[in-house]
């Protein structure tokens, strides 16, 4: 499980280094980084929620 968490803290690292370096270090930057880590984040807790609500209906 901890390696599932690093792996996943790795990835939107990345990711959202990824979507600030299109500011190019402007203002904006950390606005963007933080906008995409909360983005991620809520992802991360809906995937779960999404894919039970799937597995019920399946049944």
Do not use: H
């Not at 792996?7 to 370096?21: I, K, L, N, Y």
């Not at 995409?36 to 992802?43: D, K, P, Q």
């Amino acid at each position: 499980m901890r390696r599932a968490k690093r792996a996943w803290v790795t990835f939107a690292d990345d990711e959202c280094g990824f979507r600030m370096s299109a500011e190019a270090g402007g203002m904006n930057a950390p606005l963007v980084y933080n906008t995409c880590r909360l983005e991620l984040i809520a992802r991360r807790i809906d995937d779960p929620r999404r894919d039970l609500k799937i597995a019920q209906f399946l049944k």
